[in-house]
């Protein structure tokens, strides 16, 4: 939306999204000082995310208000989300890996990063995308229905925003179960299924490891990516 950048001070303009139309106010028109500001809603028509935007952020502000809309719920009763930061991070599938733990800030804030772009999301509802380059995505989502798995598609979709291209594709695999009981009366049985699974949504079940790490190969060609990142 680089339209942003003519709108004079307390201005309004509307972007409309599959989900309804989205109201955005500039405020300032001093180079470096200004922002705009626009109010996402729920199904019900409350306000479910209050989005600030700055100038290096205008080129992304049409696919960042359709993702928020895209995943916003039904209804918004501006509490804060009912999703910890830590089962987001848990949950997003643009990760590099979950295998050192899950850090959390004094301020109860996690966050993590993909090659080109950082993610940082607080108790309160507070949820910000930064670029290497220093672009920010922020936004405050509001309500309880905010649950888990809206907040991290939300988090997935400002990395695929802003993240380098080769980071687009994250991919991973699961570390078979192995040997575990099956029954009292058959003894113990082997499970080596692994999934695979990538950054953009494609995911696949292997009867292995190895087939899985296959499966991730033959993806990546086809949507013409590098090489797979280790597990």
């Given at each position: 939306?680089?339209?942003?950048?003519?709108?004079?001070?307390r201005?309004?303009?509307?972007?409309?999204?599959?989900?309804?139309?989205?109201?955005?106010?500039?405020?300032?028109?001093?180079?470096?000082?200004?922002?705009?500001?626009?109010?996402?809603?729920?199904?019900?028509?409350?306000?479910?995310?209050?989005?600030?935007?700055?100038?290096?952020?205008?080129?992304?502000a049409?696919?960042?208000?359709?993702?928020?809309?895209?995943?916003?719920?039904?209804?918004?009763?501006?509490?804060?989300?009912?999703?910890?930061?830590?089962?987001?991070?848990?949950?997003?599938?643009?990760?590099?890996?979950?295998?050192?733990?899950?850090?959390?800030?004094?301020?109860?804030?996690?966050?993590?990063?993909?090659?080109?772009?950082?993610?940082?999301?607080?108790?309160?509802g507070?949820?910000?995308?930064?670029?290497?380059?220093?672009?920010?995505?922020?936004?405050?989502?509001?309500?309880?229905?905010?649950?888990?798995?809206?907040?991290?598609?939300?988090?997935?979709?400002?990395?695929?925003?802003?993240?380098?291209?080769?980071a687009?594709?994250?991919?991973?695999?699961?570390?078979?179960?192995?040997w575990?009981?099956?029954?009292?009366?058959?003894?113990?049985?082997?499970?080596?299924?692994?999934?695979?699974?990538?950054?953009?949504?494609?995911?696949?079940?292997?009867?292995?490891?190895?087939?899985?790490?296959?499966?991730?190969?033959?993806?990546?060609?086809?949507?013409?990516?590098?090489?797979?990142?280790?597990?």
């Amino acid at each position: 939306m680089p339209g942003l950048i003519l709108l004079a001070d307390r201005e309004t303009t509307e972007f409309r999204t599959p989900r309804g139309a989205v109201l955005l106010r500039k405020y300032g028109s001093v180079p470096g000082r200004e922002l705009v500001r626009a109010a996402v809603r729920a199904g019900n028509g409350d306000r479910a995310a209050l989005v600030t935007l700055r100038p290096a952020a205008y080129p992304y502000a049409g696919a960042w208000l359709s993702a928020l809309a895209e995943h916003a719920p039904a209804a918004a009763d501006h509490r804060n989300p009912g999703a910890a930061p830590e089962s987001v991070r848990l949950v997003a599938r643009m990760t590099r890996t979950h295998a050192n733990g899950i850090p959390r800030a004094s301020d109860g804030s996690v966050g993590w990063s993909v090659p080109g772009a950082s993610v940082r999301v607080w108790p309160d509802g507070r949820l910000t995308v930064t670029s290497a380059a220093g672009v920010e995505l922020s936004a405050r989502l509001e309500g309880a229905q905010w649950d888990t798995a809206r907040v991290a598609a939300v988090a997935d979709a400002g990395l695929r925003l802003l993240c380098a291209p080769e980071a687009r594709h994250m991919t991973r695999t699961s570390r078979p179960q192995g040997w575990g009981q099956s029954s009292l009366w058959s003894g113990r049985s082997y499970d080596g299924a692994s999934e695979a699974v990538c950054s953009c949504g494609w995911r696949s079940m292997a009867a292995s490891q190895l087939g899985a790490r296959g499966s991730v190969a033959e993806h990546l060609r086809d949507v013409g990516a590098g090489s797979p990142t280790k597990p």
